[in-house]
């Protein structure tokens, strides 16, 4: 594999917000999750651990979340941003606009932004949702490596063609997919990522964010 390759497949990977309702097999799976824990994390400690849902699962999972979201108190075991200010505000903004510009809903439609808000917590429709969780006792650090086995999850489902949306938004009802899932209390509830195959057709997935200039993110020393 070559640095043009590993480019390719990160300008590939976009966050699918339709999906086709064909499940993806399980070998397949099982190969992207084979590939995300090879990720470094500190001590090799390894934190991640991965509850994977499909078919009649995910669909029982799907109402149940929605429900949730429509009546429940959200409470998130690993606190969400404070606050966006500066370019960060800039570019939180841009990919909402963006979002809303593809899929119809105008500026000021506050029931309109709403209604494709909740669309996150039916899973934009995907076949498969794996909800990511670390020990509590690792604290931020755990959570660190976890996004190192995010990536890599969206990147090797992409290699075989299955599209990802990595989402924080489940984990603002931690409470309730802990007992939906069992999970103990001594692990934090960090996202959900939903997979499938795209609805290509979609409005949802016609659009691409950018991303900043090295300027923006880079001090050289030396």
Known sequence: MTLSDLNRLLAERHSCRAFLSDPVPKDQIEQILNSATR?????????WHVIVTSGEETDRFRTAMLAEAADGT???DLPFPTSYSGMYQDRRRACGWALYEA??????????SAQQMMENFS???APHC???TSPAELGGYGALDCGG???VFCLAAQALGVATIPQAALA???PFLRRYFDIPEDRMILCAISFGYADTDH???SFRTDRADLTEVVDWVG
């Open 39 to 47: 990720v470094p994390s500190w001590c090799n400690a390894q934190p």
């Open 74 to 76: 959200p409470s998130p």
């Open 103 to 112: 899929v119809g809903v105008e500026r000021g439609d506050r029931a309109a």
């Open 123 to 125: 899973l934009f429709g």
């Open 130 to 132: 794996a909800i990511l």
């Open 149 to 151: 086995f995010i990536t």
């Open 172 to 174: 603002t009802y931690s």
């Open 203 to 205: 409005p949802a997935n």
